[in-house]
């Protein structure tokens, strides 16, 4: 059953930015989208809102006073699980990898079209549902492209064939599986497999992205299902 948290009708969304404009802007299109918008101003208030609301997803500016954008992403983290989507007036890697090293979902650089953030929402909101409903289900399989992920066997398809992967191939493949469209950074995806001594031998993921990509990818060359996020990392495009 889909859980009214993430259903897309009335879907609360919680807009977090200092600038009453850009508020009163999201907040008049999303609701003409269908979503039941919540708002704060700053990093305290959006704490506050989301414990009062318990949004399905919060869009969170990132350079607020007071409370910054990633102290407030920090603190969300240690109860929030939903999704979280940065918006930010930079589009430099270090801070989109910052940010979703602390547990951000997506990012979406300033100026932004409200309607590829009402995309980013519904995604966010449905990728979040997926993750649930595998968590609850006994048997869950992740589909991508020609292959499966089997994930209690451990075992993966490609076109009905089991494909024979390393220890260390298959915990990288799990760990894009159950983050499914989602972008892992390099950080993340290092300390999931290896440890969380790792950190920056990116050199590790490219060789291993580069097995998988060989042994799972109609053409490894131009991957459908195992993206490269320039700078940032990687994501599992699913079915």
């Given at each position: 059953m889909?859980?009214a948290?993430?259903?897309l009708e009335?879907?609360g969304v919680?807009?977090?930015?200092?600038?009453?404009?850009?508020?009163r802007?999201v907040?008049?299109?999303?609701?003409?989208s269908?979503?039941e918008?919540?708002l704060?101003?700053?990093?305290?208030?959006?704490?506050?809102?989301a414990?009062l609301h318990q949004?399905?997803?919060?869009v969170?500016d990132?350079?607020m006073?007071?409370?910054?954008g990633?102290?407030?992403?920090?603190?969300l983290?240690?109860?929030?699980?939903?999704p979280?989507?940065?918006l930010?007036?930079?589009?430099q890697?270090?801070?989109?990898?910052?940010?979703?090293?602390?547990?951000?979902?997506?990012?979406i650089?300033k100026p932004?079209?409200?309607?590829?953030l009402?995309a980013?929402?519904?995604a966010?909101s449905r990728?979040?549902?997926?993750?649930e409903?595998?968590a609850?289900?006994a048997?869950p399989?992740v589909?991508?492209g020609?292959?499966?992920?089997?994930?209690?066997?451990?075992?993966?398809y490609?076109e009905?064939e089991?494909?024979?992967?390393?220890?260390?191939?298959?915990?990288?493949?799990?760990?894009?599986?159950?983050n499914?469209?989602?972008?892992?950074?390099?950080?993340?995806?290092l300390?999931?497999?290896w440890g969380?001594?790792?950190?920056?031998?990116?050199?590790?993921?490219r060789?291993?992205?580069?097995?998988?990509?060989?042994?799972?990818?109609?053409?490894?060359?131009?991957p459908?299902q195992?993206?490269?996020?320039?700078?940032v990392?990687y994501?599992?495009?699913?079915?």
């Amino acid at each position: 059953m889909t859980s009214a948290k993430h259903r897309l009708e009335n879907l609360g969304v919680l807009v977090v930015d200092d600038d009453p404009k850009i508020r009163r802007l999201v907040a008049t299109h999303l609701g003409q989208s269908g979503f039941e918008i919540f708002l704060a101003a700053n990093g305290e208030e959006a704490i506050y809102q989301a414990s009062l609301h318990q949004p399905g997803v919060v869009v969170l500016d990132l350079d607020m006073p007071g409370i910054d954008g990633f102290e407030t992403l920090s603190r969300l983290r240690e109860w929030y699980t939903d999704p979280v989507i940065i918006l930010s007036a930079t589009d430099q890697e270090q801070e989109k990898v910052r940010a979703l090293d602390i547990g951000a979902d997506d990012y979406i650089t300033k100026p932004f079209g409200t309607e590829e953030l009402a995309a980013r929402i519904r995604a966010a909101s449905r990728r979040a549902e997926r993750l649930e409903s595998a968590a609850n289900t006994a048997d869950p399989i992740v589909q991508a492209g020609s292959f499966k992920i089997d994930l209690p066997a451990r075992i993966v398809y490609r076109e009905g064939e089991e494909v024979r992967l390393t220890r260390t191939e298959y915990d990288l493949l799990r760990s894009l599986a159950v983050n499914a469209g989602k972008v892992m950074t390099h950080r993340q995806l290092l300390q999931s497999v290896w440890g969380p001594e790792y950190g920056e031998e990116t050199e590790y993921l490219r060789t291993f992205v580069k097995q998988l990509r060989r042994k799972l990818e109609e053409d490894p060359s131009r991957p459908k299902q195992i993206l490269t996020e320039p700078g940032v990392g990687y994501r599992l495009f699913t079915n």
